[in-house]
Each structure stands twice: as C-alpha cells, then as structure tokens.
C-alpha cells in the first residue's frame, strides 16, 4: 500500500530549527520526486522545495531559500526537511507529497500523486 508518513513538527520559538521527515513506501520512493507543502489557516497550500529522484536538484520557494534544506535518504526511503531560522510565519502544516508521473513543474501540486497526512507547525515569536 502506498503510503507517505510526516513527521516531526511541533511547536517552537522563532528562530529555532525542525526537521520534518517523510518515511514513504519503497514502490512509490525509488521512483518519485519528493516534495514539501504547507498551508497555513485560511491560506491556498502553496509549495515549498522538491527534490528530482533523476539528478537530485533542488528547488525552493523564495521565502525559505538559505534557511531549508531538502534531501532524501534512498536507503531509508525517506525525505527531509530541515528548516532553520524559522519564524512565524512558517507556521502551518507541512505535507509531504510524490510525483511518479514527472519530474518536472514540481513546484505545482498537481504534478503529485500521493500526499501524506501532514504535519503540524507552529512557530511562536
């Protein structure tokens, strides 16, 4: 069964640090682009870095270039990632995602194919 699991949020102060991890099933990982989401309340959930299973680039949003990283662990079947200097407005819950279909437009939700069940954070100032 294919399935995305988050973990690793929480709650705390700004200008700390959290690392998110997605522990995905082997048939959907060794093939896929992982990705990272989030949505705040009352927001459209917008994308926030991918990593290629091909080449293993990475993109970003603007708003967290310098401050998260993504990587993934194909041994352990699992993505990362590693978000510093946060701040509140980081504040949402952050999905994991897996596009099998393409490697391309990853910054786009519909180039996913399965999600994860997201995961909560929250960043006091």
């Known amino acids: 069964q294919v399935q995305l699991v988050e973990s690793g949020g929480g709650s705390v102060q700004a200008g700390d640090s959290l690392r998110l991890s997605c522990a995905a099933s082997?048939?959907?990982?060794?093939?896929?682009?992982m990705g990272w989401f989030r949505q705040a309340p009352g927001k459209e959930r917008e994308f926030v870095a991918a990593?290629?299973?091909?080449?293993?680039?990475?993109s970003y949003t603007d708003s967290v270039k310098n401050r998260f990283t993504i990587s993934r662990d194909n041994a352990k079947n699992t993505v990362y990632l590693q978000m510093n200097s946060l701040n509140p407005e980081d504040t949402a819950v952050y999905y994991c995602a897996a596009a099998i279909r393409t490697n391309y437009y990853l910054d786009r939700y519909t180039a996913y194919d399965y999600w994860g069940q997201g995961t909560q954070v929250a960043v006091f100032s």
């Open positions: 990593i290629s299973w091909t080449t293993g680039e990475t």
């Open positions: 082997e048939a959907i990982f060794s093939s896929s682009a």
